[in-house]
């Protein structure tokens, strides 16, 4: 059977409790503040830094700037395409911001473990097939799924991308881009979990009149795998530019040309002497034979050494060199 307490034991036990908080409190250090407690969010731990944002916003920047050359060069028109943002959000997040139906793309870049996702919106995949069938360009109206038929015609735009991309990352990472698969509802390819970050870049098509949008999903986990080679991009590897670009440079300069020229100074001469000296006269140096010559490359004085005889032949033996 259950013991029941007394209102006495009840009201003794309230103040035990009251007495242990007052002694406590008296005992705390007076001299100890309190701790200040930031704010982590755990779902959001794999979010990459500003360092690799900086770095992956030149590679946009690279991106945007070879594809709209090729594809130009591919539809024979001009197309502007310019980098808009970038941004860390959540897979989900990312895919309600696409159009459905639209042409959503699975790149995988070996060896680089991890898949990329590419969108084209469906005004600018629709222009683009129209030109390539011969058309003005000008998409149909509506938006609908894409057929088959007209996913074939689109790839050859989607390689001269994958291309592109290989190129604008090939400066801190060597990728090979590969189509693995082509829908036309994004929800269809769950690359990777729905709550996992990712960077999401944006980038603005305009082709003649029509304007689309070319999205890239980058997973953060390629991020923080190769961590390394995106945070080190900007300085390092600038450094190791300029020492190749001096290496390049030197080996061009090995063969140049210079001239060298053996000078005998401190004779005086007068300017009537100076003009009435023809072929076979002799000019008196106040020069020994022993005495040093100075040799000069490209009209700089860099040497001074004395004419020897070596096999037969009159050559020019250093002694001294004047510093730079």
Known sequence: ME?????????????????????LAETADPGVTERIVTKYDFCRSDRVNKEQIRALQQLNAQFGRLYSNSLSAYLRTVVEIS???????????????????????ALSIPPVHGTLAMELTPPLVLSIIDMLLGGPGKPAAGNRPLTDLEIQIIEGALKLALRELKEAWRPILEINP???????????????PPGESVVAVSFEVK????????????????????RSVFELQRRPRRAESETCETEKIG?????????????????????????????????????????????????IPKFR???????????????HKFNS
């Open 251 to 299: 080996e061009i300069l090995r063969n140049a040309p210079i001239s060298l020229s053996g000078e005998i100074r401190d004779q005086v001469l007068v300017v009537e002497d100076l003009l009435n000296v023809a072929v076979g006269d002799i000019i008196q140096l106040n020069h020994a034979i022993g005495d040093p010559i100075q040799l000069n490359v490209g009209g």
């Open 3 to 23: 013991k029941l307490l007394s209102q006495d034991e009840i009201n003794a036990l309230f103040s035990t409790m009251s007495a242990d908080e007052t002694a």
């Open 207 to 226: 082709l003649g009149e029509v304007t689309g949008m070319l999205n890239l999903c980058i997973p953060s986990m390629i991020m923080r795998t190769n």
């Open 83 to 105: 980098p808009v943002s970038v941004e860390q959000i959540s897979y989900q997040e990312f895919l309600k911001l696409l159009s459905d139906p639209t042409l959503f793309c």
């Open 305 to 319: 050494g004395r004419i020897v005889a070596r096999r037969g032949k009159r050559v020019f033996e250093i002694s």
């Open 178 to 192: 590969q189509l693995a698969s082509v829908e036309t509802r994004p929800q269809m390819l769950q690359l990777i």
